[in-house]
């Protein structure tokens, strides 16, 4: 079966929304609104300086995507890239789905002139921490500490 990545478009909203959903729920036992989540993944095609989203198709059948937005580094004069909303739907993972994606990601990035590439990691997913680790990522020195507003 042949694995293609591709930017995704107005049209993959739908998808990008319920992998999203999917992905809270699974990974944080949240429930998202909608409608919120909607906008929130249809402002990313409006306002392409916030990011942009892959998809990965299977023989055209969508198995997955990710979202990558900018931070910029006045340290680095660069951007960094962080890799957000990743998801794989459950019959392709452990495929190679994910890694096609940030080999995608990671070239993209290069061209760009990026500083690198980061993401966040649960705590306890460490499934998730061996493959950014085969993949050359390595933990950084920074603790994340958050106020939700």
């Not at 916030?50 to 979202?67: M, T």
């Not at 957000?84 to 760009?112: C, K």
């Amino acid at each position: 079966m042949r694995l293609s990545i591709r930017p995704a478009s107005p049209a993959d909203a739908p998808a990008l929304c319920a992998w999203n959903a999917a992905m809270a729920q699974e990974t944080e036992g949240l429930a998202l609104d909608p409608a919120v989540l909607e906008r929130g993944v249809r402002r990313v095609f409006e306002q392409p300086q916030r990011g942009f989203y892959l998809v990965a198709e299977r023989d055209g059948e969508a198995v997955g995507g990710l979202l990558v937005t900018y931070e910029w580094s006045d340290w680095r004069n660069a951007d960094y890239w962080w890799i957000q909303s990743v998801y794989v739907v459950p019959a392709a993972r452990r495929d190679g789905v994910f890694r096609a994606l940030y080999a995608e990601v990671e070239r993209r990035a290069r061209e760009a002139g990026a500083a690198s590439l980061r993401l966040y990691v649960e705590t306890e997913n460490r499934r998730a921490q061996r493959t950014y680790g085969e993949l050359g990522m390595q933990p950084c020195h920074y603790a994340m500490y958050e106020q939700v507003l």
